[in-house]
């Protein structure tokens, strides 16, 4: 990509450009990933890409994110049109369209084939010692979901001494961090996370979360919420406020379905902040999560039905 006859801000993308992702592809494949921070469906392939990322890492694979917000003038000259847009990058040139492969299954099968045909070099990927954390990461998660929060930090700060900037691990100790209340604990690890790694996806999906439990309330005081609510269907002030508290105290069924009546009586109100609190849910939840497909699904029905 030359950079004669651009301006200075096109030179610096340019430069960019070729120390993020040319230069490491000279003896690696760079999946280049272009996304968006308001991309849903980016947001739901960047855990796949990451993952499959990792464990190609000792093949000489490596990923590669371009924001096209930030990064307009390299997002033109690959002539992305839409997003998610995919390609697999060897010696400075596009060698695959990945874009239509969007499962864990399919992106293996391309990569595979495409490293059967490229002279890449094994291990090219890094210099950090490659470790088989995924199997952590799963004990980690499955902890979490199924309430034993307390065992699942263990699990995950234990992850976390092994790959201090793997993201899934430090999301994991946040989220289970919330879950056990720990919440200033949980505020204080992510203020003196990086900058770089506090920008991942699912790091900010923790904190959407984090910021979503500040409002946790006493069960009494969610009680009596819960009860004002249903005594004043009408007043959307008392809606709100129980909606928060109930998502905050893990109700989020409950809290779901007060935001879509809300909604749909008066989608309007207070400049949409039903809707918009709705969306921070489905952020805080994770947009790959199915119970958001679903409520995305409710929300589209009555916005669009």
Request: net charge negative; proline share 5%.
């Amino acid at each position: 990509m030359a950079s004669m006859g651009l301006n200075l801000d096109e030179q610096k993308a340019v430069e960019r450009f070729r120390k993020e992702v040319v230069e490491p592809s000279m003896k690696s494949l760079v999946i280049l990933d272009f996304w968006a921070e308001w991309c849903g469906p980016c947001k739901a392939l960047t855990p796949t890409l990451e993952k499959i990322a990792a464990e190609y890492a000792d093949k000489g694979v490596i990923l590669a994110k371009v924001n096209v917000d930030e990064e307009q003038f390299i997002a033109s000259q690959f002539q992305v049109r839409s997003i998610p847009t995919v390609y697999a990058m060897f010696q400075g040139q596009p060698v695959a369209d990945l874009t239509s492969a969007r499962s864990e299954g399919q992106l293996k099968q391309a990569l595979d084939q495409i490293l059967s045909q490229l002279p890449i070099e094994a291990g090219a990927g890094g210099d950090e010692p490659k470790q088989d954390i995924e199997p952590l990461i799963a004990m980690g998660e499955e902890l979490l979901t199924s309430g034993d929060a307390e065992r699942a930090m263990g699990v995950f700060a234990q992850i976390i001494e092994l790959a201090p900037d793997n993201a899934a691990a430090n999301a994991g100790l946040l989220r289970a961090m919330i879950e056990a209340g720990h919440t200033e604990e949980a505020a204080a690890a992510l203020a003196s996370m990086p900058e770089d790694l506090a920008k991942d996806p699912a790091i900010e999906r923790a904190a959407a979360a984090l910021e979503l439990a500040k409002d946790k309330p006493e069960d009494s005081e969610l009680a009596g919420l819960r009860q004002a609510a249903a005594e004043n269907p009408a007043d959307m002030d008392k809606q709100f406020e129980f909606a928060q508290a109930a998502f905050a105290a893990g109700s989020r069924d409950e809290a779901a379905d007060t935001l879509l009546k809300m909604i749909e009586a008066d989608r309007g109100w207070n400049d949409g902040a039903a809707r918009a609190k709705l969306l921070q849910i489905f952020e805080a939840v994770g947009l790959e999560d199915p119970w958001v497909a679903a409520t995305r699904r409710r929300l589209s029905l009555i916005l669009f039905g």
